[in-house]
């Protein structure tokens, strides 16, 4: 039973790397990985889009395009989550510097989403943002400016450094 368990896993990871193989799927591939890397995984989606545009340097733009869109919507989700979490969250007390925090997100609103970009810190503001109710399409706004912004300098940048 187990070796059955073991195969099916180990066919269905080989079925999931096949289908997101950059060359066949590039963008697709690069949404997908965008996407599931916004939410609270910890996992980075710049080698993907990176490694798209030194296969395919014609697809600058749509890879930057494709990798922000799946970047915010997987960013929307986390803010749903957030929203979702805010009663089960609400019954904690909270500590010094949750309040210091909720406090700075509370002051500065939707724009906070603008930093959704910075590693570690990005997505779980995403929930919080979503756990104070913040209104989710500006907050959506500000978390697509922020990310495009990301994907266009570190992809520039990487193929400055590592480009043919």
Known sequence: M????????????????????LPKHGLSSVFVVAFVSATL??????????GLIQLNPHL????????TLGNT?????????????????????HGKHHLRALHWLERLGP??????????????????AGWLKLPFWPCLMYMAIGK????????SALVGVFGS
């Open 111 to 128: 724009k906070a989403c603008l930093v959704a970009w910075l590693p570690l810190v990005g997505d779980p503001l995403c929930a919080v």
């Open 148 to 155: 495009f912004g990301r994907y266009l300098l570190m992809t």
């Open 41 to 50: 995984l910890p996992m980075g989606s710049e080698p993907a889009v990176f």
């Open 2 to 21: 187990a070796f059955l368990y073991s195969c099916s896993m180990e066919l269905w990871i080989d079925t999931l790397l096949t289908w997101l193989a």
């Open 60 to 67: 600058f733009w749509s890879a930057i395009g494709v990798a």
């Open 73 to 93: 919507l997987g960013g929307a989700v986390t803010w749903w989550m957030g929203l979702a979490s805010h009663k089960v969250v609400q019954r904690h007390q």
